[in-house]
Each structure stands twice: as structure tokens, then as C-alpha cells.
């Protein structure tokens, strides 16, 4: 057999090979220089030269995005856009420093330049407004920044001490999670609460929660998200399953929004304690990804004994391998849970098959509005 009939007969060669020139071309500095010159080829350059140099100073715009949320410049400009000169006492900053910050943040659309030397809201601006779980996570990104400055022993794993995101989600490195104090999982408990509404919505449009009778959101924090299924479905009953000092403050959020009567709350270990029984509609929110293939297949497992023949999982979170929000599971989360010490992101295939070992046959993927936020599985016994 011919070299050129041995290509012809394997599709994957001859991809290997288109690449390996289009490597070459791309390499060629006389290939580049000639590419920049001509119309089409100029565009490409430019538009590459960008998304190269934004990976080079995305930490850079993160701080920009961070000094917004610490002087709360967001909240400020919520009511009109204001001159430097009136903001910059109360950001406690110079005129210049000010200046600096509102252009930086014009240049990344947090906010808009409104005349001369005036500010406003810019569109990434009202939305973080809007969405204030977003402003939570990037307060929090100081611990997960620290572990990432050396990223290459991070991947490595050069017998580094505890890491501080391990540290901060105090249930991944306690010898006995049950015994947890309340100012163990305060921190935690109060980020996933305010993160929590970012997905929340996306799950109950996605799946009509309204036909069952009772809800077991299991690691569902202190019950944000039962706080949003209990709005949309006013006769649904609640259950919450986790450690037990955070099922104390999930009491004490709860009975602040009138569910105390509708809510039933269970503290424990899902590793080692069995789930509550009752429900016909489960909920595991951005739980799976925490944990092993070992830990997450015996949750699994669990939430298959819990529930009745009938019933019915939702399973939500960001997964690896999403159509156009490749870097959310593949990079942000990777390294998130790398640098927390267990778990990983997932592709949807992955945690089927968990799910079909677990003694879940069925599994469907939903729709959700914003898959770079959260994917939907539900997983049934019976078709």
C-alpha cells in the first residue's frame, strides 16, 4: 500500500496532517508578515493578537474587576453617573487613582464614560448589579489566586502543605465533617447562598418542579435553593440533607422566609449516613463536581436508595466539554479543584455513566438558558 492510498483510507492521518501544515503556516514569521498585509488575513491577525494578549492580562482585568467590587464603584453609580471629583472621596482614592480605575473599567464595559470626566453603569457593570453572586466569587478569588501562584507545582503536586481553598471549604479536609463547628462552614455556606442564585432559576425553568410533592436538596447549603423552588411551587414540600452545622443555619434562613413549616431539615454525612426518604424529586447543585469518582459514585448510589421507583434527580453544574463555554469547565473549574485538593470537572458523558452505575438507566441532558453556568441532567430508574 501506497503512502498516498494508506492517507486516503484513514480520515484521522490526513487531519493530522492538514494540521501539522497549518502549525507550519502559522509558525512562518514570512508567512505572518504577508497574512497582515491582505484584507481577510489582517482581520484574523488582529482579532488573534487580541485574545492572545487578553490571556496574557486577564489577571490584570480581574483586578480592575476586583477594586470595583471592593469600593463597591457598582453600587455607587447605581443611581446616576457621577464626576471623579465627587467619587473619588468616596472611594477614599486621589482624583488620578480614580480616573485610572473608571477608564480601566470603561475599557472592560463595567462602566461608560458619561461627558467630561463622568461616569456611569456600564453593561458588565449593571449586570454584576444584578447578579450579586458574581460580586461574592470575585471577593473569594483572593484564596483560590494565592494557591495558583505556582501553578506548575500546583500540577505537580510538590508535596505542598494544605491548600487554602481547602482549607476555606472546610468539609474536603475534616477527618469527621459531622463535627464541624458553625464558624467552620460560615464562610462557605454564606458564598454558595449568595452563588447559588446564578443557577437557581436556570434549574426550575428548565424542569417543571411544580407536578411533585417534595423536594431533598441534597449539600443544598443553608436552602437558597429551596427558597427559589418553594417559590415556584407554592404546595411543594421541602427537605434539605447536610452537615449538621450548616443544616443550623439552613433552619435559621428558612424560618426567616416562612418555610419552617414546609421545609423538613436532616444533618449528616451523605457518605456515610443514609438520605432522608420521602421525596419524589432530588437535587444535587454543583455537589458532584466536589468530590472523586469513588465519593461521587457512592452520593450517587445514595440518592438511588432515597428515592422511589418513580422519582426523579436533577443533577446541575458546570461541565467540561461545553459548546462555547469550553473554558468554564476545562480551565476555571479545572484548576479550581485542583487547587482545592479533590474532585474534578466533568464532561456529560462522564457523569451518565456514574449515573447508569449508580442505578440511574435514564438519563436526559435539558436545555438551561446559559449552559456556560450550569448543564441540567435528570436521571430516573424507569423510563
Known amino acids: 500500500m501506497t503512502h498516498s492510498t494508506a492517507l486516503a483510507l484513514n480520515p484521522s492521518a490526513i487531519h493530522d496532517k492538514w494540521l501539522a501544515f497549518r502549525d507550519r503556516l502559522l509558525t512562518s514569521p514570512v508567512f505572518l508578515r504577508h497574512a497582515k498585509r491582505a484584507p481577510f488575513g489582517s482581520r484574523i491577525a488582529k482579532r488573534r493578537a487580541r485574545a492572545l494578549f487578553d490571556l496574557c492580562a486577564g489577571f490584570v482585568y480581574s483586578q480592575v474587576l476586583r477594586s470595583c467590587v471592593e469600593l463597591k464603584v457598582f453600587e455607587l453609580l447605581a443611581s446616576?453617573?457621577?464626576?471623579?471629583?465627587?467619587?473619588?472621596?468616596?472611594?477614599?482614592?486621589?482624583?488620578?487613582?480614580?480616573?485610572?480605575?473608571?477608564?480601566?473599567?470603561?475599557?472592560?464595559?463595567?462602566?461608560?464614560?458619561?461627558?467630561?470626566?463622568?461616569f456611569g453603569l456600564g453593561v458588565l457593570g449593571s449586570a454584576m448589579l444584578a447578579n450579586p453572586g458574581v460580586g461574592a466569587m470575585v471577593a473569594h478569588h483572593e484564596i483560590l489566586y494565592?494557591?495558583?501562584?505556582?501553578?506548575?507545582?500546583?500540577?505537580?503536586?510538590?508535596?505542598?502543605?494544605?491548600?487554602?481553598?481547602?482549607?476555606?471549604?472546610?468539609?474536603?479536609?475534616?477527618?469527621?465533617?459531622?463535627?464541624?463547628?458553625?464558624?467552620?462552614v460560615s464562610s462557605y455556606s454564606a458564598l454558595m447562598t449568595a452563588s447559588v442564585s446564578l443557577v437557581a432559576e436556570e434549574i426550575i425553568d428548565a424542569y417543571p418542579i411544580e407536578q411533585y410533592q417534595c423536594l431533598l436538596d441534597i449539600g443544598g447549603g443553608e436552602g437558597g435553593f429551596l427558597q427559589a423552588a418553594a417559590r415556584r411551587a407554592p404546595k411543594l414540600r421541602l427537605m434539605l440533607f447536610d452537615l449538621p452545622a450548616v443544616v443550623e443555619r439552613a433552619r435559621t434562613r428558612l424560618a426567616g422566609a416562612g418555610l419552617s413549616q414546609r421545609a423538613t431539615l436532616v444533618g449528616g454525612d451523605f457518605f456515610t449516613d443514609e438520605l432522608p426518604r420521602g421525596a419524589d424529586l432530588a437535587s444535587?447543585?454543583?455537589?458532584?463536581?466536589?468530590?472523586?469518582?469513588?465519593?461521587?459514585?457512592?452520593?450517587?448510589?445514595?440518592?438511588?436508595?432515597?428515592?422511589?421507583?418513580?422519582g426523579i434527580l436533577l443533577l446541575a453544574e458546570p461541565m467540561a466539554g461545553t459548546t462555547g463555554a469550553e473554558p468554564v469547565g476545562d480551565a476555571y473549574f479545572s484548576f479550581y479543584l485542583r487547587a482545592m485538593g479533590h474532585g474534578r470537572a466533568r464532561t456529560r458523558g462522564e457523569i451518565e455513566a456514574l449515573l447508569h452505575q449508580a442505578g440511574f438507566p435514564y438519563v436526559r441532558l435539558l436545555p438551561t438558558q446559559l449552559p456556560l453556568q450550569t448543564q441540567l441532567l435528570m436521571a430516573s430508574p424507569r423510563g
Open 284 to 310: 444535587l447543585v454543583r455537589v458532584i463536581h466536589d468530590h472523586d469518582d469513588e465519593h461521587a459514585l457512592c452520593l450517587l448510589r445514595a440518592v438511588r436508595r432515597a428515592l422511589p421507583a418513580n
Open 80 to 118: 446616576g453617573p457621577q464626576r471623579v471629583a465627587d467619587l473619588a472621596p468616596r472611594l477614599a482614592l486621589s482624583e488620578d487613582a480614580t480616573r485610572q480605575l473608571m477608564l480601566a473599567a470603561v475599557s472592560l464595559e463595567l462602566l461608560e464614560r458619561r461627558g467630561d470626566d463622568r
Open 146 to 184: 494565592n494557591d495558583l501562584k505556582d501553578p506548575v507545582a500546583l500540577l505537580r503536586g510538590d508535596g505542598a502543605p494544605a491548600s487554602d481553598l481547602s482549607r476555606y471549604w472546610a468539609y474536603s479536609d475534616a477527618r469527621d465533617p459531622k463535627q464541624l463547628r458553625e464558624a467552620s
